[in-house]
């Protein structure tokens, strides 16, 4: 049984409606208005460390920033600032808090074999002492 006939599907040209595809652009435009995400490229991000270009005084400069930094000794690692020794979170947090300049902000440095954990929890407890800047500094093996 037929239902339709092949010569009037002949005889009949195809049309498509512009309207329609004029909408299915402009709602794809709004899509993609709407879902795109505007961020600053890490070109355009300033640097945590400033030069400062004014001058200081000989107070300023007999300091020295903070220097956290991890190593591994006799199998354990440890946070070392300046020849001091903290095996733990709050003893560092307590060292820090205590540092006397902290205007030239912090580093962290660490070798590739430290663990990660102690490493964010150094920059951490540099952010908690509020150090102004906090960089981390891979150390090159």
Known sequence: MKLSSHKRAHNRQITLEMTSMIDVVFLLLIFFIVTA??????????????????????????????????????????????????????????????FPNKADGAFVRAPDAAPYGMAASAIQACKNADFPGVSYVPLTP
Do not use: C, H
Request: aromatic residues 6%.
């Open 37 to 98: 995400s505007f961020t600053k490229t890490e070109r355009d991000l300033d640097a945590v460390t400033k030069v400062n270009e004014k001058s200081s005084s000989a107070a300023e400069t007999d300091l020295e920033p903070a220097v956290v930094l991890l190593a591994d000794v006799g199998g354990s690692w440890v946070y070392q600032v300046g020849s001091n020794n903290i095996s733990t979170f709050a003893e560092l947090q307590e060292v820090l808090d205590k």
